[in-house]
């Protein structure tokens, strides 16, 4: 079984500032990992995935994310926030054989002009 | 347009009455979830489905029901709701291709209230 931790549960950062989120995980095989992002009154959208070949992984709106195996680690970045990047993020994780995704408790980014 | 639909979006609902959320994807998914959503607590799933008429429990399934009886369509049935039963729920869905990490396409959700 997996089990996942977001580690800030908030984070405020301003217009134009970097932000990383940070994820952790626990699992005794080998996993995917996911980040879902989750606006204001909708359902999630992805954000990126890892699934195997480089560790650093680009996804949509200017996000990536390292997957650092021997910390079980996979932070999100971006270096320069936008008001509109204001929602709730969240981490996931599968592993290899199985569909079930296993969520953190989620990040709410707050950008502020 | 591929999606994933819900029904009804918000319901606000009495102890003891019977409902069901419909979801629907257009997408001929094999897989499909139902989650909740609680602050602090993530999402965590509550049924889930690998095809048409196999269904099994996930992690919260205590007080809900789940049928599939045609690919596309997933309804989540609470038969006798109760107020810890208060929540946002999603449905998802994804296809099967042996473990590739497949993503899964969410729903707008359906936020439930039982009094």
């Known amino acids: 079984a997996q089990s996942v931790t977001q580690l800030d549960s908030q984070v405020p950062v301003f217009e134009e500032a970097p932000v990383e989120l940070r994820c952790n995980y626990s699992s005794s095989v080998s996993v995917y990992l996911f980040w879902y992002v989750q606006y204001p009154n909708q359902g999630l959208q992805l954000l990126l995935k890892?699934?195997?070949?480089?560790?650093l992984v680009k996804g949509i709106n200017g996000f990536e994310a390292e997957f650092n195996k021997s910390q079980t680690s996979f932070h999100l970045r971006k270096p320069s926030v936008h008001i509109s990047d204001t929602a709730e993020y969240f981490c996931a994780v599968s592993d290899l054989n199985d569909y079930k995704l296993s969520f953190g408790a989620g990040t709410t980014v707050t950008v502020r002009a | 347009e591929a999606q994933v639909t819900q029904n009804p979006r918000y319901l606000i609902t009495v102890t003891g009455k019977k409902l069901t959320v419909t979801c629907s994807q257009n997408?001929?998914?094999?897989?499909m979830s139902w989650y909740r959503q609680d602050p602090g607590l993530g999402l965590r799933q509550i049924y889930y489905s690998m095809n048409v008429e196999v269904t099994d429990k996930g992690d919260v399934p205590e007080g809900y029901k789940v049928s599939r009886k045609e690919k596309r369509n997933f309804p989540l049935i609470l038969e006798s709701p109760s107020p810890n039963q208060t929540s946002l729920y999603f449905c998802a869905s994804s296809t099967r291709t042996g473990g590739e990490g497949d993503t899964q396409y969410f729903g707008p959700g359906t936020r439930l209230t039982v009094l």
């Open positions: 997408m001929n998914h094999e897989y």
């Open positions: 890892y699934l195997s070949g480089s560790t």
